[in-house]
Every structure is written in C-alpha cells, then in structure tokens.
C-alpha cells in the first residue's frame, strides 16, 4: 500500500461525502475491523524491527490524521444540520398567540340575576329553599290534602319520589313555609330555584326547570300590589311595554288565585312553537296566600294577607331573547350557549 497515495484518495473520498453515513462508511472502509488500515498493521508483523518502526508510524500518522479528518467533517454535517432544525423552528414572535376561550354564564343564570336584581329594588330579598323536600311542606303546609285533586295529579303523575323518602320538589312554593316558619312578617322575598316534574318534554315543558317563587305578606298587602309589583317587574325586565293578561285560576294555596299570561314576544303574538300557536305564553301562577298557608307557617291570618307567585324562569328567559324551544337550555350545545 502506498502510503501517500491512500492519503491523497481518502481526503478525496471525505470531500466528497455527503451525508454522515457517507463518512460512516469510509471509516468502517480504512479504520473498522477489517478496514484497510488494521490489515497493513496485520502486516507489518512480518517485517523486520526497522521497518515495523517506520510503517508503524506512517501507518499511525495515517490513522490519526484520517480520525481527525473524519471528526472535522463531521462535526460540519452536525452543524448545518442543526442549523436547518434552528430554522425550521424558528417562529415569529409578533405572530399573535392562540386565543385561550373564556366560558361564561348559562342565560337562565343571567337571567335569574337580572330579575334577582329588578327585585331587590323593589325590597325583596333573595332566599333559597331545598331541592329535596317532604310531603308535608311541598303538598300538606301548602293546603294541598292527601285526596285532593291537584295532589293526586301531582304526586301520581308529576313527582319524583325518593326511595329513602322525601321527594323532588315540584314547584319553589314549599320555600314560602320555611321563610315563615323562620321570620316574622313584614315580608318580601323571591326564592329561585330548580324544580323537578315528571312529564313528557316539548318546546315549553322540561322535567327540570327553573321557578322563581315571589311571597309579599304585610298588614294589608292585596292583589292590587301584586299587579303593580309583576306590571314593574316585566316592564323593567323586557324594557318595554308588554301585554298581559291575569286569568281567574286555581291554586290550593292561594284565594283568590290566577294565572298571568303575556303576550308572546318570539312571535309578537302571531303564534309559534314556543306559545303553542295560542299568541300567549302562561308566565305564572299567583294569587292572594290561604289563609291556611299562612297558618301552616305560623302567622295569624287575622293580622297578616299578603300574595304569592310562582314564575317560570326557562319561560322569562325564552320571552327575553326569542327563544323558541326550552329544550336548548340543557342541551349543552355550543352554538346555542355562545350566543349569549
Ligand atoms: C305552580 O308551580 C305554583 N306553585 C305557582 C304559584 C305560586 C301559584 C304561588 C300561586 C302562588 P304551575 O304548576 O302552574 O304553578 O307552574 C308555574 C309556572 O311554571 C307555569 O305558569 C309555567 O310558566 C311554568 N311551568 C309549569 N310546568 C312547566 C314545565 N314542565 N316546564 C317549564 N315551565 C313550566
């Protein structure tokens, strides 16, 4: 092997190379195992002392000199490589950022605030009642015997009963017992919460719905307050004028009792889904507290008259912003909820 010649064609061969597998190759082709170089080392065991002494350096100058030449090399593919990942990579810190979605409040929560507040401007205060109630304040304190008409069709049809007793409350009204039980008259309060009814769901009736229950009881507190009180309620809420109508009705637990009705704001009473083709949306039940109520709660209906209501807050909220289906409240669909 000719010695400056190798040398020559090995620089060549690393010139040449292109890749790091390129320069893998050469290595294994002068320096591996069974590369060139090992096999003149192999040689050179057969020669005389003097000239295993002189190939053995050249040799050695060869190897050193290929090593470092193969290091160089490739520490410059290692370089350009990186620098391409670098520019790959790189990114434009003026570019603007992902945009991290705030969630917000459901309407019914937005809306049972606003009314919260139209209330409390009024001097109601806000109180809350249980979701888990007995029969004796959802049905017996409210005036509703065990074989009354109204029982049997609410508790056969509409009530979810508790297996370990107690049931679902079907409306807010049994929370006017407690707050009587607890405070003394004057009082003024709405009570929001949910209610739970088992009947079959349409476009205005769900299982789990909102009510906002209103009680005023005062010395002389009579329907004529309420009318004033709901007429400013639903003036301040829609912020304009609405048609209503107050309907005879009946409701064990007040007398007189009716039903308020307004006029259908998805249609402008034209007739839709939401108002069931009729052009009115029932909004609530209401009427002057039985004097039984009042008892059951423990005021002397001597001394003490006042009315109550009792409010669908998924209705307001449908008559509020156009909404014809009360399904969509609980439907969990984004396109409906990021409207509002
Ligand atoms: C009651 O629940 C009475 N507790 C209301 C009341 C309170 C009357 C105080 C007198 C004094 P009613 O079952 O009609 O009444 O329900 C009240 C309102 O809830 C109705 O006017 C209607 O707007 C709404 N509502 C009734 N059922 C459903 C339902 N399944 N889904 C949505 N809203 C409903």
């Known amino acids: 092997m000719n010695l400056k010649s190798t040398k020559n064609q090995t620089k060549k061969e690393i010139e040449k190379a292109k890749s ?15 590369g060139l170089l090992r096999t003149e080392f192999l040689k050179i065991k057969k ?37 391409k ?21 459901h309407p019914l929560t937005l809306v049972q605030r606003e009314i919260a ?9 806000v109180v809350e009642g ?35 007793g107690g049931l679902m409350r079907t409306h807010t009204s049994c929370a006017q017992i407690h707050y009587m039980e607890k405070n003394n008259p004057p009082l003024r309060i709405i009570v929001p919460g949910k209610v739970f009814r088992a009947e079959a769901t349409d476009a205005s009736h769900e299982t789990n719905f909102y009510q906002i229950e209103g009680l005023m009881v005062g010395r002389d507190v009579s329907a004529a307050n309420f009318k004033a009180v709901i007429q400013k309620f639903l003036e301040e809420f829609f912020k304009t004028s609405i048609k209503i109508k107050l309907r005879p009705s009946y409701f064990p637990f007040t007398e007189p009792s009716f039903e308020l009705d307004m006029k259908c704001t998805v249609c402008a009473g034209k007739g839709c889904s939401a108002c069931k083709y009729s052009g009115w949306i029932e909004l609530l039940g209401a009427g002057m507290v039985h004097p039984n109520v009042l008892k059951n709660g ?24 156009k909404i014809n ?6 439907s969990g669909d984004l396109r409906f909820l990021k409207q509002f």
């Open 298 to 321: 423990g005021l002397n209906p001597k001394n003490w008259q006042g009315f109550a209501f009792g409010m669908s807050l998924d209705r307001l909220t449908m008559m509020k912003y």
């Open 47 to 83: 020669l005389s002392k003097k000239e295993k002494i002189r190939i053995g350096k050249e040799l050695n100058t060869l190897r050193v000199f290929l090593q470092k030449e193969i290091a160089k090399k490739a520490k410059e593919f290692r370089r350009k490589e990186l620098s």
């Open 130 to 164: 249980p979701e888990i109630e007995t029969e004796w304040y959802n049905f017996d304190a409210l005036n509703i015997p065990e074989d009354h008409p109204a029982r049997v069709a609410l508790s056969l049809g509409k009530t979810f009963y508790l297996k370990g």
């Open 20 to 34: 790091l597998s390129d320069l893998d190759n050469i290595f294994k082709k002068y320096l591996g195992k069974k």
């Open 85 to 105: 990942q670098e520019k790959e990579e790189e990114f434009d810190i003026t570019l603007p950022g992902k945009k991290i979605e705030f969630g917000h409040l």
């Open 117 to 125: 507040g139209i209330f409390q401007s009024m001097g109601f205060e």
């Open 325 to 330: 289906d009360i399904r969509l409240f609980h």
